[in-house]
């Protein structure tokens, strides 16, 4: 049972455009989200995160927002350059409930286009 | 400042061998943790501790185990090794708990392959 969904497993932009990145969760006790960036042979890094009281979340080119009726979440990079090319992954965790672990989705790797 | 460093990087194991991958930190960070990638899937976690002396499982803790005895190490034992096994698996610390606001630092990761 996949709890947290990234539907898409790659993204490219355009160099200076906008980048949205989507992830879903369907479990209800989720109340702290996280982005990390990772590239090829390197573990994850810590991007952004947010939690359930708050709707949006900024941190320089990367905004994070959360529509918890809708459990869902966007990762925002704007404007794209090319060092943001990389494979990016949602996590979430239920801490208020007892359980910080983090649950990851499957990741969505961004190709920024020169 | 090395942060989280695992042993060894790529390892090819027979099918019943056992093996230890190695992670140490030297950020004194009280929470640890390993973590394994299957190829197109997310990191599912094995086995974290929150401290010297205490340790519990995770989300796929099935064939293996750990130990914390110091606060800097936190090994990941692999016994009886199985194709099942062949992934990334990546070690992880953090200060105290992710929810706190605390930051997880991820170790560059160790391919491991059984055959």
């Known amino acids: 049972d996949q709890q947290v969904k990234q539907n898409s497993p790659s993204l490219s932009v355009q160099e200076g455009r906008i980048s949205i990145l989507n992830c879903d969760y369907t479990?209800?006790?989720?109340?702290?989200f996280l982005w990390y960036k990772k590239y090829p042979a390197e573990g994850p890094t810590f991007l952004i995160s947010i939690s359930s009281i708050k709707d949006k979340n900024e941190d320089g080119r990367f905004t994070v927002f959360l529509n918890k009726s809708a459990k869902h979440l966007s990762l925002h990079i704007v404007p794209s350059q090319p060092g943001d090319s990389a494979v990016y992954f949602c996590?979430?965790?239920?801490?208020?409930?007892?359980?910080?672990?983090?649950?990851f989705g499957t990741g969505t790797r961004l190709t920024i286009i020169p | 400042n090395a942060g989280v460093t695992q042993t060894p990087k790529f390892r090819i194991l027979k099918i019943g061998q056992s093996m230890t991958l190695q992670c140490t930190q030297d950020m004194n960070h009280n929470y640890m943790y390993w973590y394994r990638q299957d190829p197109g899937m997310g990191l599912k976690l094995i086995y974290y501790s929150v401290g010297a002396g205490i340790t519990d499982k995770g989300e796929v803790p099935n064939g293996y185990n750990v130990s914390r005895s110091t606060t800097e190490d936190f090994p990941l034992r692999l016994e009886l090794a199985a194709p099942s096994q062949t992934s990334v698996y990546f070690c992880a610390s953090s200060y105290s708990s992710v929810v706190s606001g605390n930051t997880i630092y991820f170790g560059e990761g160790s391919w491991l392959t059984v055959v």
């Open positions: 479990n209800s006790m989720f109340d702290y």
């Open positions: 996590a979430a965790s239920a801490g208020n409930f007892g359980n910080e672990k983090l649950t």
